[in-house]
């Protein structure tokens, strides 16, 4: 049994940084492919970065330059961090982890079996 438990999400002022978890267990964050998503209000679901379990990180445009995806093997945890945080990165913010995946399309929902239950993150102007 696979289990997500993201954290760390806060209201935070605009221009602010936050940095979210994901404890994983019943699966090696180092064989998993693993990846944020979001929702923000109102809106469908959103790819955020994936990380692979060879190679380079992917993230979605809104957001390369400002988050950073990366784990911790040893504690079996992934995380985001965020910075210059805007208004828009509001939402509901997903960890999602595979042991496999279907071509290179790692910012992908269906690509991902195994989702946490969500962490609120706020950006206030």
């Known amino acids: 049994q696979v289990h997500l438990a993201e954290s760390g999400g806060e209201s935070v002022q605009a221009g602010g940084s936050l940095r979210l978890s994901c404890t994983v267990v019943?699966?090696?964050?180092?064989?998993?492919?693993m990846a944020w998503f979001r929702q923000p209000p109102g809106k469908e679901r959103e790819a955020v970065a994936a990380i692979p379990t060879v190679g380079v990180a992917a993230y979605a445009g809104s957001v390369k330059g400002r988050f950073t995806i990366n784990k911790d093997n040893s504690a079996n945890t992934l995380y985001l961090l965020m910075s210059s945080l805007k208004p828009e990165d509001t939402g509901v913010y997903y960890c999602?982890?595979?042991?496999?995946?279907?071509?290179?399309?790692?910012?992908?929902?269906?690509?991902?079996?195994?989702w946490g239950q969500g962490t609120q993150v706020t950006v206030s102007s």
């Open positions: 019943g699966a090696p964050v180092s064989t998993y492919y």
């Open positions: 999602a982890a595979d042991r496999l995946i279907a071509g290179s399309s790692l910012l992908q929902t269906h690509q991902y079996s195994y």
